[in-house]
């Protein structure tokens, strides 16, 4: 098993930004691709933002493109997610997810890629 807890969200004003931060324990982190997803209120879960075992590759959802910054420290057996000039439409529950693997992080870009999930952690964006 492994157990991940996310932390970092809160309100923030459109334009502001939020780091978050997953912690994992329980496996060895770095046989982990790591992803972070979101759902609003009344739709479906969907990608943010992934990154491989090693950091080597990382994959964004357009809509984030140049705005969020995943990375993780191996050491600290953490993945984070910056995020940068929020939207109002960025709005969510943020999750962290883990999926046992070494590909590309373009192919795990499925919820059904992931074994673990953390409880989520809310962001709040005002307008």
């Known amino acids: 098993q492994v157990q991940l807890v996310e932390s970092g969200g809160g309100l923030v004003q459109a334009g502001g930004s939020l780091r978050l931060s997953c912690a994992a324990s329980g496996r060895t982190f770095s046989n982990y691709a790591m992803g972070w997803f979101r759902q609003a209120p009344e739709k479906e879960r969907e990608i943010v933002a992934v990154i491989s075992w090693n950091g080597g590759s990382t994959y964004y959802t357009n809509s984030v493109k140049g705005r969020f910054t995943i990375s993780r420290d191996n050491a600290k057996n953490t993945v984070y997610l910056q995020m940068n000039s929020l939207k109002p439409e960025d709005a969510a529950v943020y999750y962290c997810?883990?999926?046992?693997?070494?590909?590309?992080?373009?192919?795990?870009?499925?919820?059904?890629?992931?074994?673990?999930w953390g409880q989520g952690t809310q962001v709040t964006v005002s307008s």
């Open positions: 997810a883990a999926r046992e693997g070494y590909y590309s992080a373009s192919v795990y870009t499925s919820a059904i890629n992931y074994d673990f």
